[in-house]
């Protein structure tokens, strides 16, 4: 089973207080990458793996998806998300992503922002995500970047001048790392770039899209915090899709 973390009180209060926790969307300095890499959503039926507070469920609602599926493994997380909704269109389940099960061609759009590098059980989570897509359904994730999750305790190395380096020991030694991040003992798993694109196209998926995130020369004005993610990519966002 997927390490239910978010249901910890400590590590569910400090994420509380991020600016994408607080902000939605539009608090993910991502989003606009992402959200760029979407199809048209008018009249599908979109999931969403590990749906949070449910901002993208009622974004794609707005766009005109008929119906929305959000699951996730954190009963904090869906009751926040059903306190924040007021829309029959959307339905939250706590599901285990580990052993999730689909319908089959049902789905025009799945959707998971941040998740799979929880995930241990990813080879069998994206056949069931293919499977579950009608023919032409579109396949579209963020996940850590495997240089963030290199580390088993990332963060930057001061040299003796002060200048900053990341550490990426150990990059071809898949598996799970143990880091903290507002609680002790969060696993992660950590996989090279060619292993989630192998994986993906072993399930049967077609690449349209990959980009190693950055923040734009406009964001780095606007919000000086993220010049970490100039120096190397925290996250990686794609695109794939089910051959029609």
């Known amino acids: ?88 269109g959307i339905e939250y389940r706590r599901e285990d992503l580990e052993q999730l099960r689909l319908p089959a061609e049902t789905y025009s759009l799945a959707y998971s922002s941040l998740t799979l590098h929880y995930i241990q059980a990813l080879p069998e989570l994206l056949t069931t995500v293919f499977q579950s897509l009608v023919p032409g359904g579109h396949f579209v994730f963020s ?26 020991d150990g990059y071809q030694r898949e598996g799970k790392r143990i880091t903290h991040w507002f609680a002790e003992g969060v696993i992660k798993q950590h996989r090279k770039l060619a292993t989630y694109i192998n994986l993906l196209i072993k399930a049967g998926f077609m690449i349209t899209h990959l980009d190693e995130w950055g923040p734009s020369a406009e964001q780095l004005m606007s919000i000086p915090a993220l010049s970490e993610e100039a120096e190397r990519p925290m996250m990686f966002l794609l695109s794939a899709q089910k051959p029609r």
């Open 1 to 88: 089973m997927t390490q239910n973390i978010y249901d910890d009180q400590t590590f569910f209060e400090g994420y509380a207080q991020l600016n994408r926790s607080v902000n939605g969307l539009e608090g993910a300095p991502e989003w606009p990458a992402l959200k760029a890499m979407l199809p048209d959503v008018q009249s599908a039926n979109v999931i969403d793996l590990g749906c949070g507070y449910g901002w993208f469920c009622r974004h794609v609602r707005e766009q005109g998806a008929a119906q929305v599926l959000g699951l996730d493994v954190s009963e904090k997380m869906l009751n926040k998300a059903r306190s924040m909704t007021a829309d029959a």
């Open 143 to 168: 996940a850590e970047h495997p240089i963030f999750t290199t580390p088993s305790q990332p963060g930057w190395i001061i040299g003796k001048n002060g200048e900053k380096t990341w550490p990426v």
